[in-house]
C-alpha cells in the first residue's frame, strides 16, 4: 500500500497539470484508500510530498476530480497539523468559489474540506464570512433542502459561523430566519431538531434576526413543542422542551419581537405563556415567569398585566417555592414582580395585593441571586409609598437582615441593594419609628460608608437619607454618626473637584443638619469647613453657590 501511495504522490506532481482524467482518478482513489487506512500518516506523506498545493488548481468546476480533491482535502484537514499547511498551500479560495457550483456531492465535499480546515479557528472562519460565505450557504441550504448530507452540512457551518459576532449582521440580511423555521417544521428526528436548535440559539441573541424568526412563525412551533412535550418523561423530550422554552424567552429579549408578540395583552402568545406558569414542570414555570419579565420591559405592559391579575399567579408560584424551593424560579418570579413594581401605578395595587408579604417570605434565602431580587422587589414597591415604607421600616427582622447583607462583601450587588433599600425606607417613609429601629440595628455606619461609593446615586441616597436621620433622630444617632466619621467625610465630598454638583449640596445641607448636635458641631469646627464652603459660593452651578452661602452664614453663626 506504502508503495502505492508513494507512487500515486509523484504521479500526481508531475501529472496534474496534463493527465487526463483517468490517471488523476487512480491516483485520487489510491490516496482516499491510504486515508481510510491510516489518516494521521497518510497525511504526514501528502504534506512533506508538497501534493497540497498541486491540490489548488485541480479545484475547478470543469473537472471531474474536483469532489474527490475536496474529500481528500476534508481527511487531511481532521488532522489540527494539517489545517495551516491547507491555508497556506492556497486551498480556501478556490474551495470558496466551489460553493457556487451546482454538483451536489463537489458542494458537500467543499463544504466538509472548509470545515474541517477552520474548524476552531476564529480566525479563518472571519475569513471565510468577509469572503461571502453566508450568504452563499443560505441560498444553497434553500435549493438543497432535499439532500439530508448537504443540509447537515449547512446547519454545521452555520453553527460554527454563527458563534462569531460579525456572522449575526451578514446572516440578518439573508432569509436564513425563513429557511430555518421551514426545515424545522419538517423534522421529526429529535437529533435534527437538536441541530437546528444549536443555530437557532445564537442567532437569535441579534435583535433584527429575532424579529425575522417571529416574523417567519418560529414561535407557533416552540409552543407547539412545548404542548407535545410537556407531560413526557422521555428524555429527549424533557431536553426538547427546555430548549423551546429557553429560545421563546431569548426571542423576547429583543423590544419588536416581545411588542409584537404582546400585541396590547390580547396575543395568543402572551396568552400560552401565563398559562406556564401554574404548570407541574419547574422548566416551564420558569420560562413563564422570565418570559412575563421580559414582557414587563415597559410601563404600558407592566399596567396591563397587573390590571389583568397577572400578580396573584406570580406570587401564588412563589408560593409553591418557599420551602426548599427552586432557586430559578424564585429569582425569576422575582425578577417580574420587581418590573411591575416600576410604574408608579401599579404600586399601591401590588401593594394591596400582599406583594410585600410574599416576597419578605425569601428573607431567609441565602442564595445571593434571590436576595438581590427580593431587595430590588421591595425598593421598586414602597418608592414613594410612605406607609409601606413606615410598614417595612419597622420590621425588626427585615432592617436586621438588610444590615447584615450590607456586610456581604462577596455579593456586591446584594451589598449595594441592601445599602439603596435601607435608605428607601428613611427617604420614603421620613418616619422617626424606622430611623430608630435602624439605629438599633447598626444600620447608621452602612448609610455612612455608602456616601462614598463610586455610584453617584447611591450617594445621594445615603445623603438624603443621613439629613432625614439628622433633622429628625439626631440625638438617637449622633454616637454612631460619630462612630462613622461622618463628618471627616463630608468634608473629603466637599474638598474633592470630582464629587457631583448633587453630592456638593446634599453634603452642606446635612452638615448644616450635623451642628445641631454639639460632639459633632465640635468636629465640624475643627475641621476648617468654613474655608471649604466659601470657595464653592463661587460654583458653576447656581444651586451649590447658593447652598454655600447659607452653610457658611449658618457655620459663622454657630462659631
Known amino acids: 500500500m506504502a508503495d502505492n501511495l508513494s507512487e500515486a504522490l509523484k504521479k500526481l506532481k508531475i501529472t496534474s497539470t496534463d493527465s487526463t482524467a483517468d490517471s488523476l482518478e487512480g491516483c485520487l482513489d489510491c490516496l482516499l484508500q491510504a486515508l481510510a487506512q491510516n489518516n494521521m500518516e497518510t497525511s504526514e506523506k501528502i504534506q512533506k510530498s508538497g501534493v497540497l498545493q498541486v491540490f489548488a488548481s485541480l479545484l475547478t468546476p470543469q473537472s471531474s476530480c474536483t469532489a474527490k480533491v475536496a474529500n481528500i482535502i476534508a481527511e487531511v484537514a481532521r488532522n489540527e497539523f494539517m489545517r495551516n499547511p491547507c491555508v497556506d498551500a492556497g486551498l480556501i479560495p478556490p474551495l470558496v468559489q466551489l460553493l457556487n457550483c451546482k454538483d451536489q456531492e463537489v458542494l458537500l465535499q467543499t463544504g466538509r474540506a472548509l470545515g474541517n480546515i477552520c474548524y476552531d479557528s476564529h480566525t479563518l472562519q472571519s475569513q471565510l464570512i468577509n469572503m461571502g460565505v453566508i450568504p452563499t450557504l443560505v441560498k444553497l441550504l434553500g435549493i438543497h ?32 430566519a425563513e429557511e430555518l423555521v421551514k426545515l424545522f417544521k419538517k423534522q421529526i428526528e429529535h437529533d435534527k431538531k437538536e441541530m437546528i436548535f444549536e443555530v437557532l440559539a445564537p442567532l437569535a441573541e441579534n435583535d433584527v434576526i429575532k424579529l425575522q424568526l417571529v416574523e417567519a412563525g418560529l414561535v407557533e412551533c416552540l409552543l407547539e413543542i412545548v404542548q ?6 422521555k428524555e429527549d423530550d424533557i431536553a426538547e422542551l427546555k430548549t423551546a422554552s429557553d429560545l421563546m424567552v431569548l426571542l423576547l429579549l429583543g423590544d419588536e419581537s416581545m411588542q409584537k408578540l404582546f400585541e396590547g395583552g390580547k396575543g395568543s402568545v402572551f396568552q400560552r405563556v401565563l398559562s406556564w406558569i401554574p404548570s407541574n414542570s419547574h422548566q416551564l414555570q420558569l420560562a413563564g ?30 408560593d409553591r417555592h ?47 441571586p434571590v436576595q438581590f431580587k427580593l431587595l430590588g422587589t421591595l425598593r421598586m414597591l414602597i418608592d414613594a409609598q410612605a406607609e409601606a415604607a413606615e410598614q417595612l421600616g419597622k420590621n425588626v427582622k427585615l432592617v436586621e437582615r438588610l444590615v447584615e447583607w450590607c456586610e456581604a462583601k462577596d455579593h456586591a450587588g446584594v451589598m449595594g441593594e441592601s ?22 440595628s447598626g444600620g447608621i455606619k452602612h448609610l455612612v460608608t455608602m456616601a462614598t461609593s463610586e455610584h453617584v446615586i447611591m450617594q445621594n441616597e445615603a445623603l438624603v437619607a443621613l439629613a432625614l436621620i439628622a433633622a429628625l433622630e439626631l440625638v438617637t444617632a449622633e454616637k454612631d454618626l460619630e462612630n462613622a466619621q461622618l463628618v471627616q467625610i463630608l468634608h473629603r465630598l466637599l474638598s474633592d473637584d470630582r464629587s457631583a454638583p448633587e453630592i ?12 445641631g448636635s454639639e460632639p459633632l458641631q465640635k468636629e465640624v469646627q475643627s475641621m476648617a469647613f468654613l474655608e471649604v464652603v466659601s470657595k464653592l459660593r463661587s460654583h458653576e452651578n447656581k444651586t451649590v453657590a447658593q447652598q454655600a452661602s447659607l452653610t457658611e452664614q449658618r457655620l459663622a453663626v454657630e462659631s
Open 145 to 176: 433542502c432535499q439532500n439530508a448530507a448537504l443540509t447537515e452540512m449547512c446547519l454545521v457551518a452555520f453553527g460554527n459561523l454563527a458563534e462569531l459576532e460579525s456572522s449575526k449582521e451578514q446572516f440578518a440580511y439573508t432569509n436564513i
Open 419 to 440: 445599602n439603596r433599600l435601607l435608605s428607601a425606607l428613611i427617604r420614603h417613609s421620613k418616619s422617626k419609628d424606622v430611623i430608630r429601629t435602624i439605629v438599633q
Open 322 to 368: 418557599v420551602e426548599d424551593g427552586n432557586v430559578t424560579v424564585q429569582h425569576a418570579a422575582l425578577s417580574a414582580l420587581r418590573n411591575l413594581a416600576i410604574p408608579v401605578v401599579n404600586k399601591a395595587k401590588m401593594l394591596s395585593a400582599g406583594v410585600a408579604e410574599a416576597v419578605l417570605k425569601f428573607l431567609r434565602s441565602e442564595m445571593p
Open 289 to 318: 415567569a422570565l418570559a412575563i419579565a421580559n414582557f414587563a420591559r415597559n410601563d404600558g405592559n407592566c399596567i396591563h398585566m397587573v390590571d389583568n391579575g397577572i400578580v396573584q399567579k406570580l406570587m401564588d408560584l412563589l
Open 228 to 233: 407535545k412535550t410537556v407531560d413526557s418523561d
Open 504 to 515: 456638593k449640596y446634599n453634603s452642606m445641607v446635612l452638615i448644616c443638619a450635623l451642628i
